[in-house]
Nanobody
Framework: QVRLVESGGGLVQAGGSLRLSCEAAGLTISAYAMGWFRQAPGKEREFVAGISWGGTTTYDKDSVKGRFTVSRDNAKTTVYLQMNSLKPEDTAIYYC????????????????WGQGTQVTVSS
């Protein structure tokens, strides 16, 4: 059974940093792409960042590029999202996802999702 568990969310002031982690269980993540989505209150879930099995990364163009960095540690079956220069508009629940290919991640079509971790950025 595939399980994804996010951690690292919390309350931070604008301009601060957080690092989210997502640990996967039930499969060998080295063969999979992984990524992050977020959902703010009253809004649809949106793609944030993804990383292929080979380490290729992609980000949402406008909102997070240059501030967020996605990385992975296959030995720890974990994907990370380093978030710097946080803004109040980054406030959302952040979800981890895993899929066979990066296109599956960016399209949000994977069947595997974590339960989410809350990130709140105060102004």
């Amino acid at each position: 059974q595939v399980r994804l568990v996010e951690s690292g969310g919390g309350l931070v002031q604008a301009g601060g940093s957080l690092r989210l982690s997502c640990e996967a269980a039930g499969l060998t993540i080295s063969a999979y792409a992984m990524g992050w989505f977020r959902q703010a209150p009253g809004k649809e879930r949106e793609f944030v960042a993804g990383i292929s099995w080979g380490g290729t990364t992609t980000y949402d163009k406008d909102s997070v590029k240059g501030r967020f960095t996605v990385s992975r540690d296959n030995a720890k079956t974990t994907v990370y999202l380093q978030m710097n220069s946080l803004k109040p508009e980054d406030t959302a629940i952040y979800y981890c996802t895993i899929g066979r290919a990066l296109v599956e991640i960016t399209g949000g079509s994977s069947e595997y999702w974590g339960q989410g971790t809350q990130v709140t950025v105060s102004s």
